[in-house]
């Protein structure tokens, strides 16, 4: 899922075109960065980055069985961040069983990948 945080409220909403049932979980990465050698690097939300001047921004995620909100949260004016940071970020979200979440360690992007037997992603 590509997504561009709106600066009026910086959150975008995204309703799922499937069903989520009660026991399951919903986890959301972002693309952290990409190595020299073209791989992806994906960090479980929420993240927190800390700027040198002390002021900090989270991105942030809740979810229903109807929606998921990726959002931004800042000790200081989100209306100061740059483009970088609010423009062309990239998401995955991943909806696995509740039960199955002592099993895996979420932290690892791939690790729920080859856990859960994904081999493919619907992309918007």
């Known amino acids: 899922m590509v997504a561009l945080i709106p600066e009026i409220n910086f959150e975008i909403q995204e309703f799922y075109d499937f069903q989520v049932f009660e026991n399951e ?3 959301v990465y ?4 990409v190595t020299d050698n ?8 929420p993240q927190t980055i800390f700027f040198d001047d002390g002021s900090d921004l989270v991105y942030n995620y809740d979810f229903t069985q109807k929606d998921v909100i990726v959002s931004l949260d800042s000790s ?5 961040l740059g483009a970088e940071w609010t423009q062309n970020q990239i998401f ?3 909806i696995v069983p509740a039960s199955e979440l002592d099993n895996i360690d979420t932290s ?3 690790s729920v990948i080859n856990t859960t037997n994904i081999d493919t992603f619907i992309t918007e």
């Open 30 to 33: 972002r693309l952290w960065d």
């Open 25 to 27: 979980v919903v986890l």
């Open 108 to 110: 690892d992007f791939n």
């Open 92 to 94: 995955r979200v991943i």
């Open 76 to 80: 200081s004016n989100l209306n100061n």
């Open 38 to 45: 073209g791989l992806d690097v994906w960090r479980l939300l």
